[in-house]
């Protein structure tokens, strides 16, 4: 048994949730038991400086340095943490950190590189960027623990996503060997997973993608019609008072990213406070209350989650098990499940993994294959050439 801490923090930008497991096997017989789980907020001061940073805000590079070691120490401090009371200490970290900055590969060929083009002349590639800040080197550092960090790059450098980069975990703790299943994670961006059943060649079969706005649109609404003194609608009890305005969930359902086949992955760049401030607008027209908006916007989550489906997997899943923040929405779950009325939808702690700390246990479970020499992505996923080991390793 190896013991791990898995780091994540994710587009909500809530705090840091952290996951101690014991970790055996390999890939098909992989086992991982959860010691202890806990989220660490983020210092307010902190946090704002994230959110500016994510919103397009200008630092300095010396800034820049300064915030991306600020947020090190911080999950180092959550690694630390985590481990007090349940010895003996891990022996290695696997750290997502926190994504600042995500664009997807270029839908089409590239312009020719011209070498003698200025600076500032766009000369596109082909791949995508990611940018995670949290420095592996000052995790291991501060821990003493061996970390492996900055998961993503290895999968853009052979032409995927970067994102979603859970499915091979997905695929190992949750799949059926009779039920076709969607692992479906809602954190500030919603992503799935589709398991069909665990016989021949199932794993090439295994597929993901992002699907859309899962809290971030929710969360910012309510942020900005309390003035900030509010971050999330708990349990959607502000949008279940409120009425869906139909005409305006078809106009952002038209929305290309929704049109647009796998793989596929997105951000804040794409759903933040410019597409919120663009919806707020538009609902003007309609005279929508406050909680109608957000009826509409938390409708737009569960509806990209149901046309994805309908549009991109092989067959409508027999399962779904939910993950992360919007897994506690109990409005938006009804009215997922109200949509998709002939689905079992449960929480994935029914299937024997914590719906609040997935994320974290897999890059637990990336981290600890990185130092076993197993590849963590799956190229029908990502849209990568091949699987790639994932993650950089710091010594301590």
Known sequence: ?????????????DGIDAAFVEIAGSESDLTVELLAGAT????????????????????SMAEFALLDDAIARQFAQAAQAIQKHHPPAATL???????????????RPPAPLHLDAPWHVSTNTPLGYSLQLGRGEVIAHATGIKTVSNFRVADI????????????IDACLLSSPTQHRCIQNIGGIGNVTYLPPCQGNWLDLVSGWDTGPGNTLLDLAVQ?????????????????????????????????FFQQPPPKSTGRELFGWDYLHQCIAKSQAYSLSPADLLATLTELTVASIEDSYRH????????????????????????????????????????????????????AVLAYWRDLGICGNLPPVTGAKQAVLLGNIAPC
């Open 1 to 13: 048994m190896t013991r791990v801490v898995g780091l994540i923090s994710g587009t909500s930008v």
């Open 40 to 59: 660490y907020p983020y210092p307010e001061k902190l946090r704002s400086q994230i959110l500016n940073l994510c919103a397009g805000g200008s630092i």
């Open 93 to 107: 970290i696997g750290s997502h950190g926190q994504t600042v900055y995500h664009r997807p590969p270029a839908p």
């Open 157 to 168: 450098t052979v032409g995927g996503q970067g994102a979603p980069l859970v499915s091979k």
């Open 224 to 256: 900005h019609f309390t003035q900030g003194s509010q971050s999330y609608d708990q349990d959607g009890n502000w949008a279940r008072q409120g009425t869906v305005c139909q005409p305006l969930l078809n106009q952002w359902l038209s929305h290309d």
């Open 312 to 363: 991109f997997l092989p067959k409508m899943p027999d399962q779904i098990f939910l993950c992360g923040g919007g897994s506690r929405n109990l409005y938006l779950k009804e009215r997922l499940q109200s949509r998709l009325q002939s689905v079992d939808i449960q929480k994935t702690d029914q299937a024997g993994v914590s719906g609040d700390f997935k994320e974290a246990i897999a890059f």
